[in-house]
Protein backbone atom coordinates (compact mmCIF):
# COMPACT_ATOMS: atom_id res chain seq x y z
CA UNK A 1 0.00 0.00 0.00
CA UNK A 2 1.36 3.42 -0.41
CA UNK A 3 1.13 5.63 2.51
CA UNK A 4 1.51 9.56 2.08
CA UNK A 5 3.34 10.37 5.83
CA UNK A 6 3.17 14.04 6.80
CA UNK A 7 5.26 15.85 8.89
CA UNK A 8 3.22 19.17 9.46
CA UNK A 9 4.78 22.26 11.69
CA UNK A 10 3.59 25.79 11.58
CA UNK A 11 5.67 27.29 8.82
CA UNK A 12 6.61 23.71 6.96
CA UNK A 13 5.53 20.76 6.05
CA UNK A 14 8.07 17.24 5.18
CA UNK A 15 6.17 14.57 3.36
CA UNK A 16 7.33 11.36 1.85
CA UNK A 17 5.32 8.42 -0.21
CA UNK A 18 6.51 4.77 0.91
CA UNK A 19 5.20 1.29 -0.25
CA UNK A 20 5.01 -0.51 2.64
CA UNK A 21 4.57 -3.73 0.68
CA UNK A 22 7.99 -3.16 -0.36
CA UNK A 23 9.27 -0.22 2.18
CA UNK A 24 10.77 1.43 -1.02
CA UNK A 25 10.34 5.31 -0.73
CA UNK A 26 8.55 6.47 -3.44
CA UNK A 27 8.58 10.83 -3.23
CA UNK A 28 9.75 12.72 -0.69
CA UNK A 29 10.07 16.44 -0.31
CA UNK A 30 9.22 19.77 1.81
CA UNK A 31 7.38 22.91 1.85
CA UNK A 32 9.11 25.97 3.79
CA UNK A 33 7.48 29.41 4.55
CA UNK A 34 4.29 28.46 4.36
CA UNK A 35 2.47 31.82 4.25
CA UNK A 36 5.45 33.86 4.06
CA UNK A 37 7.14 33.34 0.43
CA UNK A 38 7.21 30.32 0.31
CA UNK A 39 9.22 27.22 -1.29
CA UNK A 40 8.57 23.71 -2.18
CA UNK A 41 11.04 20.94 -2.83
CA UNK A 42 9.99 17.45 -4.06
CA UNK A 43 12.08 14.31 -5.65
CA UNK A 44 10.57 11.65 -7.31
CA UNK A 45 13.07 8.66 -5.68
CA UNK A 46 10.88 5.99 -7.57
CA UNK A 47 12.41 6.44 -11.45
CA UNK A 48 15.83 8.18 -9.38
CA UNK A 49 14.71 11.97 -10.18
CA UNK A 50 16.47 15.18 -9.21
CA UNK A 51 15.88 17.08 -6.27
CA UNK A 52 14.00 20.26 -7.30
CA UNK A 53 13.36 23.50 -5.09
CA UNK A 54 11.05 26.30 -6.76
CA UNK A 55 10.45 29.43 -5.19
CA UNK A 56 6.22 29.56 -4.90
CA UNK A 57 3.76 31.37 -2.81
CA UNK A 58 2.08 29.12 -0.30
CA UNK A 59 -0.40 31.08 1.36
CA UNK A 60 -1.58 27.91 3.68
CA UNK A 61 -1.27 24.63 4.63
CA UNK A 62 -4.14 23.45 2.14
CA UNK A 63 -1.83 25.03 -0.75
CA UNK A 64 0.83 23.26 0.81
CA UNK A 65 -1.04 19.74 0.34
CA UNK A 66 -2.17 20.70 -3.09
CA UNK A 67 0.97 21.43 -4.01
CA UNK A 68 2.32 18.06 -2.70
CA UNK A 69 -0.53 16.06 -4.36
CA UNK A 70 -0.04 17.42 -8.03
CA UNK A 71 3.70 16.97 -7.80
CA UNK A 72 2.85 13.15 -6.99
CA UNK A 73 0.41 13.10 -9.84
CA UNK A 74 2.26 15.20 -12.35
CA UNK A 75 2.67 13.52 -15.60
CA UNK A 76 6.26 13.84 -16.25
CA UNK A 77 7.62 13.61 -12.33
CA UNK A 78 4.97 12.23 -10.58
CA UNK A 79 4.84 8.53 -9.23
CA UNK A 80 1.12 7.60 -9.57
CA UNK A 81 -1.52 8.46 -11.79
CA UNK A 82 -4.27 9.01 -9.48
CA UNK A 83 -4.98 10.13 -6.20
CA UNK A 84 -6.61 6.26 -5.50
CA UNK A 85 -3.54 5.11 -5.25
CA UNK A 86 -2.37 6.69 -2.43
CA UNK A 87 -4.31 3.98 0.58
CA UNK A 88 -3.76 5.63 3.78
CA UNK A 89 -2.65 9.23 5.32
CA UNK A 90 -0.30 8.79 8.24
CA UNK A 91 0.29 11.94 10.49
CA UNK A 92 2.98 12.54 12.99
CA UNK A 93 1.12 14.52 16.16
CA UNK A 94 3.47 15.75 18.59
CA UNK A 95 1.44 15.06 21.76
CA UNK A 96 -0.92 12.08 22.66
CA UNK A 97 -1.57 13.48 26.52
CA UNK A 98 -2.27 10.88 28.38
CA UNK A 99 -5.38 9.88 25.66
CA UNK A 100 -3.22 8.13 23.08
CA UNK A 101 -1.29 5.19 24.02
CA UNK A 102 -0.79 4.18 20.14
CA UNK A 103 -1.61 5.51 16.60
CA UNK A 104 -5.36 5.50 16.08
CA UNK A 105 -7.47 6.28 12.87
CA UNK A 106 -8.57 9.84 13.04
CA UNK A 107 -12.30 10.52 13.15
CA UNK A 108 -13.79 14.00 14.54
CA UNK A 109 -13.31 12.41 18.46
CA UNK A 110 -9.53 12.02 17.46
CA UNK A 111 -9.31 15.26 16.00
CA UNK A 112 -11.31 16.82 19.04
CA UNK A 113 -8.68 15.03 21.68
CA UNK A 114 -5.67 16.02 20.07
CA UNK A 115 -6.73 19.59 20.00
CA UNK A 116 -7.67 19.23 23.62
CA UNK A 117 -3.74 17.88 24.01
CA UNK A 118 -2.54 21.26 22.37
CA UNK A 119 -2.50 22.92 25.70
CA UNK A 120 0.98 20.52 26.46
CA UNK A 121 2.41 21.72 22.90
CA UNK A 122 0.80 24.90 22.02
CA UNK A 123 3.62 25.34 19.05
CA UNK A 124 3.34 21.87 17.46
CA UNK A 125 -0.40 20.25 18.11
CA UNK A 126 -2.27 23.15 16.38
CA UNK A 127 0.25 22.76 13.45
CA UNK A 128 -0.41 18.98 13.06
CA UNK A 129 -3.97 19.59 13.46
CA UNK A 130 -3.99 22.29 10.07
CA UNK A 131 -1.99 19.17 8.26
CA UNK A 132 -4.76 17.05 8.99
CA UNK A 133 -7.51 19.32 8.05
CA UNK A 134 -5.94 20.50 4.90
CA UNK A 135 -5.56 16.74 3.77
CA UNK A 136 -9.07 15.69 4.77
CA UNK A 137 -10.48 18.42 2.49
CA UNK A 138 -8.82 17.61 -0.56
CA UNK A 139 -8.92 13.41 0.33
CA UNK A 140 -11.64 13.11 1.88
CA UNK A 141 -12.19 9.48 0.93
CA UNK A 142 -8.43 8.28 1.97
CA UNK A 143 -8.20 6.54 5.56
CA UNK A 144 -5.78 8.74 8.15
CA UNK A 145 -3.43 7.89 10.87
CA UNK A 146 -2.65 10.26 13.67
CA UNK A 147 0.64 8.49 15.12
CA UNK A 148 2.45 9.89 18.13
CA UNK A 149 5.39 11.73 19.65
CA UNK A 150 4.67 10.17 22.92
CA UNK A 151 2.32 7.20 22.44
CA UNK A 152 5.44 4.93 22.98
CA UNK A 153 6.20 6.28 26.32
CA UNK A 154 3.18 5.80 27.93
CA UNK A 155 4.01 2.30 29.27
CA UNK A 156 6.20 4.14 31.69
CA UNK A 157 5.58 3.62 35.06
CA UNK A 158 3.93 6.03 37.68
CA UNK A 159 7.24 6.43 38.96
CA UNK A 160 9.02 7.08 36.03
CA UNK A 161 6.82 9.61 35.03
CA UNK A 162 5.58 11.83 37.95
CA UNK A 163 7.08 14.82 39.60
CA UNK A 164 7.84 15.46 42.92
CA UNK A 165 5.69 18.26 43.42
CA UNK A 166 1.87 18.47 44.87
CA UNK A 167 0.01 15.77 43.41
CA UNK A 168 -2.75 17.94 42.55
CA UNK A 169 -0.81 19.51 39.69
CA UNK A 170 -0.85 16.04 37.92
CA UNK A 171 -4.69 15.49 38.86
CA UNK A 172 -5.99 19.08 37.74
CA UNK A 173 -3.75 19.88 34.72
CA UNK A 174 -1.54 16.37 33.89
CA UNK A 175 1.78 17.73 34.87
CA UNK A 176 3.91 14.84 34.27
CA UNK A 177 7.17 13.40 32.18
CA UNK A 178 5.60 12.62 28.49
CA UNK A 179 8.60 11.76 26.70
CA UNK A 180 8.77 12.57 23.12
CA UNK A 181 10.68 10.91 20.02
CA UNK A 182 8.24 8.45 20.75
CA UNK A 183 8.58 6.78 17.53
CA UNK A 184 12.05 6.68 16.74
CA UNK A 185 12.66 5.16 19.89
CA UNK A 186 10.19 2.09 19.41
CA UNK A 187 11.60 1.95 15.99
CA UNK A 188 15.15 1.87 17.02
CA UNK A 189 14.99 -0.55 19.77
CA UNK A 190 12.11 -2.63 17.58
CA UNK A 191 15.58 -2.62 14.67
CA UNK A 192 18.04 -3.76 17.46
CA UNK A 193 16.20 -6.65 17.82
CA UNK A 194 15.59 -7.55 14.85
CA UNK A 195 19.14 -6.88 13.83
CA UNK A 196 20.40 -9.37 16.59
CA UNK A 197 18.09 -11.66 16.02
CA UNK A 198 16.75 -11.87 19.52
CA UNK A 199 13.39 -11.29 20.88
CA UNK A 200 12.01 -7.30 21.39
CA UNK A 201 10.26 -8.82 24.85
CA UNK A 202 13.61 -10.45 25.59
CA UNK A 203 16.00 -7.36 25.81
CA UNK A 204 17.01 -4.48 28.15
CA UNK A 205 17.49 -1.78 25.41
CA UNK A 206 18.79 1.95 25.95
CA UNK A 207 18.23 4.34 23.22
CA UNK A 208 20.43 7.18 22.39
CA UNK A 209 18.46 9.93 20.20
CA UNK A 210 21.28 12.26 19.72
CA UNK A 211 19.96 15.38 17.18
CA UNK A 212 19.58 19.02 17.38
CA UNK A 213 16.51 17.70 19.53
CA UNK A 214 18.21 14.88 22.04
CA UNK A 215 16.27 12.08 24.41
CA UNK A 216 17.47 8.64 25.78
CA UNK A 217 14.74 5.95 26.82
CA UNK A 218 14.81 2.60 28.24
CA UNK A 219 13.20 0.31 27.27
CA UNK A 220 12.66 -2.96 28.66
CA UNK A 221 11.27 -6.07 27.16
CA UNK A 222 9.79 -4.12 24.84
CA UNK A 223 8.23 -1.29 27.08
CA UNK A 224 9.66 1.95 27.63
CA UNK A 225 9.82 2.47 30.95
CA UNK A 226 11.76 5.84 31.22
CA UNK A 227 13.11 8.36 29.15
CA UNK A 228 15.18 11.49 29.28
CA UNK A 229 12.12 14.45 27.86
CA UNK A 230 9.76 15.32 30.17
CA UNK A 231 6.55 17.26 29.80
CA UNK A 232 8.30 19.24 27.23
CA UNK A 233 11.26 18.89 25.12
CA UNK A 234 13.34 21.19 27.08
CA UNK A 235 13.93 18.53 29.83
CA UNK A 236 16.85 15.42 30.07
CA UNK A 237 19.77 15.89 27.73
CA UNK A 238 22.20 18.77 26.97
CA UNK A 239 20.84 19.43 23.55
CA UNK A 240 21.87 22.11 20.40
CA UNK A 241 20.06 25.23 21.89
CA UNK A 242 18.34 23.26 24.63
CA UNK A 243 19.46 23.30 28.36
CA UNK A 244 18.35 19.81 29.26
CA UNK A 245 17.67 19.46 33.29
CA UNK A 246 19.05 22.38 35.15
CA UNK A 247 18.28 23.21 38.73
CA UNK A 248 14.74 25.27 38.31
CA UNK A 249 15.67 28.03 41.01
CA UNK A 250 18.12 29.48 38.57
CA UNK A 251 15.24 30.76 36.61
CA UNK A 252 14.17 33.23 39.88
CA UNK A 253 17.79 33.60 40.23
CA UNK A 254 18.71 35.17 36.66
CA UNK A 255 15.30 36.74 36.56
CA UNK A 256 16.43 38.85 39.52
CA UNK A 257 19.65 39.73 38.01
CA UNK A 258 17.94 40.32 34.43
CA UNK A 259 15.22 41.65 35.25
CA UNK A 260 13.50 38.78 32.85
CA UNK A 261 10.25 37.52 32.27
CA UNK A 262 9.40 34.11 32.55
CA UNK A 263 9.06 33.88 29.03
CA UNK A 264 12.29 35.25 28.15
CA UNK A 265 14.50 32.97 30.52
CA UNK A 266 12.11 29.92 28.46
CA UNK A 267 13.68 31.66 25.44
CA UNK A 268 16.92 31.49 26.75
CA UNK A 269 16.82 27.75 27.77
CA UNK A 270 15.20 26.84 24.30
CA UNK A 271 17.11 29.14 22.17
CA UNK A 272 20.54 30.06 23.60
CA UNK A 273 21.51 27.15 25.91
CA UNK A 274 22.70 23.27 25.13
CA UNK A 275 25.65 23.45 23.51
CA UNK A 276 25.46 26.25 21.64
CA UNK A 277 24.92 28.12 24.72
CA UNK A 278 28.01 26.49 26.35
CA UNK A 279 30.37 27.17 23.15
CA UNK A 280 30.02 30.97 23.66
CA UNK A 281 27.78 30.66 20.40
CA UNK A 282 30.32 28.99 18.39
CA UNK A 283 28.02 26.33 17.29
CA UNK A 284 24.91 24.10 17.72
CA UNK A 285 26.31 21.84 14.81
CA UNK A 286 28.22 19.14 15.97
CA UNK A 287 30.47 19.51 12.56
CA UNK A 288 31.76 22.54 13.72
CA UNK A 289 32.32 21.90 17.51
CA UNK A 290 33.77 18.92 16.25
CA UNK A 291 36.46 20.62 14.24
CA UNK A 292 37.51 23.09 16.64
CA UNK A 293 37.84 20.79 19.02
CA UNK A 294 40.44 19.47 17.39
CA UNK A 295 42.39 22.09 17.15
CA UNK A 296 41.58 22.80 21.22
CA UNK A 297 38.97 25.70 21.15
CA UNK A 298 37.90 25.58 24.65
CA UNK A 299 34.37 26.64 24.18
CA UNK A 300 34.06 23.48 21.90
CA UNK A 301 36.02 21.26 24.63
CA UNK A 302 33.62 22.74 27.29
CA UNK A 303 30.82 22.18 25.08
CA UNK A 304 31.80 18.58 23.85
CA UNK A 305 32.75 17.13 27.05
CA UNK A 306 29.52 18.50 29.03
CA UNK A 307 27.53 16.87 26.25
CA UNK A 308 29.21 13.21 26.02
CA UNK A 309 28.83 13.32 30.00
CA UNK A 310 25.25 14.13 30.23
CA UNK A 311 24.69 11.18 28.22
CA UNK A 312 26.57 9.05 29.76
CA UNK A 313 24.89 10.00 33.06
CA UNK A 314 21.55 8.72 31.31
CA UNK A 315 23.03 5.57 30.58
CA UNK A 316 24.07 4.99 33.93
CA UNK A 317 20.82 5.73 35.29
CA UNK A 318 18.99 3.80 32.87
CA UNK A 319 21.05 0.71 33.46
CA UNK A 320 20.13 0.72 37.13
CA UNK A 321 16.70 1.56 35.85
CA UNK A 322 16.76 -1.60 33.89
CA UNK A 323 18.75 -3.51 36.12
CA UNK A 324 21.28 -4.18 33.70
CA UNK A 325 21.58 -3.40 29.54
CA UNK A 326 22.41 -5.78 26.68
CA UNK A 327 22.31 -3.21 24.18
CA UNK A 328 22.80 0.24 23.71
CA UNK A 329 21.62 1.79 20.05
CA UNK A 330 23.08 5.73 19.14
CA UNK A 331 20.71 7.47 16.20
CA UNK A 332 19.71 10.31 14.84
CA UNK A 333 22.13 13.00 13.43
CA UNK A 334 24.58 12.92 15.83
CA UNK A 335 23.91 8.98 17.26
CA UNK A 336 24.27 8.12 13.66
CA UNK A 337 27.46 10.56 12.48
CA UNK A 338 29.15 11.30 14.80
CA UNK A 339 32.33 8.74 15.99
CA UNK A 340 33.34 10.85 18.05
CA UNK A 341 30.27 11.30 20.13
CA UNK A 342 30.22 7.56 20.78
CA UNK A 343 33.52 7.04 21.34
CA UNK A 344 32.99 10.09 24.35
CA UNK A 345 30.23 8.72 25.61
CA UNK A 346 31.25 4.84 25.34
CA UNK A 347 34.74 5.72 27.28
CA UNK A 348 32.64 6.02 30.32
CA UNK A 349 31.22 3.06 30.39
CA UNK A 350 34.05 1.14 30.87
CA UNK A 351 32.15 -0.45 34.49
CA UNK A 352 29.64 -1.89 31.77
CA UNK A 353 32.32 -3.89 30.16
CA UNK A 354 31.79 -2.02 27.34
CA UNK A 355 34.56 -1.77 24.68
CA UNK A 356 34.21 -0.09 20.90
CA UNK A 357 36.13 -1.27 17.87
CA UNK A 358 37.19 1.60 16.07
CA UNK A 359 37.00 0.50 12.73
CA UNK A 360 33.48 -0.79 13.02
CA UNK A 361 32.77 2.81 15.01
CA UNK A 362 33.93 4.64 11.81
CA UNK A 363 31.55 3.27 9.74
CA UNK A 364 28.22 5.39 8.81
CA UNK A 365 24.69 4.91 7.19
CA UNK A 366 23.71 0.89 8.23
CA UNK A 367 22.86 -1.12 11.60
CA UNK A 368 26.37 -1.71 12.88
CA UNK A 369 28.03 -3.05 16.30
CA UNK A 370 30.45 -0.62 17.08
CA UNK A 371 31.32 -2.83 20.22
CA UNK A 372 34.02 -5.79 20.18
CA UNK A 373 32.79 -9.52 20.39
CA UNK A 374 34.39 -9.70 23.93
CA UNK A 375 31.68 -6.15 25.02
CA UNK A 376 29.82 -7.57 27.50
CA UNK A 377 27.16 -5.02 26.30
CA UNK A 378 26.26 -4.68 22.38
CA UNK A 379 26.42 -1.07 21.40
CA UNK A 380 25.04 -0.49 17.91
CA UNK A 381 24.44 2.17 15.24
CA UNK A 382 20.89 2.00 14.24
CA UNK A 383 19.41 4.63 11.60
CA UNK A 384 16.29 6.00 12.65
CA UNK A 385 13.28 6.50 10.16
CA UNK A 386 10.59 8.13 11.84
CA UNK A 387 8.93 8.18 8.57
CA UNK A 388 8.88 4.52 7.93
CA UNK A 389 8.04 3.98 11.62
CA UNK A 390 4.74 6.16 10.70
CA UNK A 391 4.22 4.12 6.94
CA UNK A 392 4.44 1.16 9.28
CA UNK A 393 1.77 2.02 11.66
CA UNK A 394 -0.32 3.72 8.86
CA UNK A 395 -0.48 0.36 7.31
CA UNK A 396 -1.39 -1.82 10.49
CA UNK A 397 -4.38 0.56 11.00
CA UNK A 398 -5.57 0.64 7.43
CA UNK A 399 -5.05 -2.35 5.80
P1 LIG B 1 18.83 15.69 13.58
O1 LIG B 1 18.13 16.65 14.49
O2 LIG B 1 18.64 14.26 13.97
O3 LIG B 1 18.56 15.94 12.13
O4 LIG B 1 20.40 15.98 13.78
C1 LIG B 1 20.99 17.17 13.32
C2 LIG B 1 22.35 17.35 13.95
O5 LIG B 1 23.18 16.22 13.67
C3 LIG B 1 23.11 18.51 13.36
O6 LIG B 1 22.76 19.72 13.99
C4 LIG B 1 24.53 18.14 13.67
O7 LIG B 1 24.85 18.62 14.98
C5 LIG B 1 24.53 16.63 13.73
N1 LIG B 1 25.29 16.03 12.62
C6 LIG B 1 24.88 15.80 11.36
N2 LIG B 1 25.88 15.25 10.62
C7 LIG B 1 26.95 15.12 11.43
C8 LIG B 1 28.28 14.62 11.28
N3 LIG B 1 28.71 14.13 10.13
N4 LIG B 1 29.09 14.65 12.36
C9 LIG B 1 28.66 15.14 13.54
N5 LIG B 1 27.41 15.62 13.75
C10 LIG B 1 26.57 15.62 12.72
Redesign the pocket.
Known amino acids: MNILVINCGSSSLKFQVIDTDTEQLLAKGLCERIGLDGSFTYQNKKDGGDKKTVQTPIPDHREAIRLVLDALTDAQSGIISSLDEIGAVGHRVVHGGEKFTQSVVIDDSVIEAIRECAELAPLHNPANLTGIAACRALMPHTPMVAVFDTAFHQTMPEEAYIYAIPYRYYNEYKIRRYGFHGTSHSFVSKEAARFLGQPYESLKTIVCHL???ASVSAVKYGKCIDTSMGMTPLDGLIM?TRSGSIDPAIMEFISHKEYMTVEGIMRILNKESGVWGLSNGLS????DL?TAYESENENAVRALNAFCYSVAKFIGSYTAALNGVDAICFT???GE??SFVRAKVCSYLGYLGIAIDETQNSKRGEDTVISTPESRVKVLVIPTNEELAIARETYALCR
Do not use: C, P, T
Not at 284 to 287: G, I, L, V
Open positions: GNGGSDFREAGINS
